[in-house]
């Protein structure tokens, strides 16, 4: 099997390519069976964002800390851990971020766009969700709309649910909020078109995030899921992501 290795810049990533491309040779993006990421789950999301175009599926081994969209790490029988993996579907976020000087800038998260304040002051956002005002204004450090696959991260830290895979919902989580004090977030349909409206931007400036994409001074930030695009996953049949989603869940 024709294999494309994206590693981390780690001694103990750049170690792990040297083996298996001695194994099992590199290949080209391009020409590549399955792409195959060497790292944590930073390197994984590189390698969606980078290759995701090619319609290649994606494969990793942890070589990093927590590695929730990764499998072990083991060089042996690669070939073998690649024909019998199963595969999960992500589709990922898409951002458009508007600026207050006008312009537009636009981003995919295959884990979550956040929205975060710039300077001491909270942030004021409003909440349009298919066109309906949810929420005039939520007054706290940000807030969050997070994939499920997405929701074991950022999303889980602030204290956001986490999303079974087949639950088609997102999770919409505030970031420290103030106002209203006990609002704790909001699941989404999978196809909901979700605005939020940055209030008094000028003295309050915000920025947005869609996993790699950062936007200053933003004053209106459009999400949705875009199903246009979508990337494989691949695990071993023993380290299936949604029931490690289901574990985590129940994690003390």
Known sequence: MKVHYHHASTSEAEKAFNTLRKEYAQHSPEEAEVIVALGGDGTMLEALHRYHELGKPFYGMNLGTVGFLLNPYRPENLTDRLASAQGVMLHPLRMTARTEDGKNVEGLAFNEVSLLRQKRQTAKIGIVVDGVERLPELVGDGVIVATP??????????????????????????????????????LLRHDAQVRLEIIDAAKRPVSATADFTEVRNVVQVDIHQSKSIGVTLLFDPDHNLEERILKEQFMP
Do not use: E, M, Q
């Open 149 to 186: 696959a997405g929701s074991t991260a950022y999303n889980s830290s602030a204290h956001g649910p986490i999303i079974p895979l087949s639950a088609n919902v997102l999770a919409l989580t505030p970031l420290c909020p103030f106002h209203p004090r006990h609002w704790r977030g909001a």
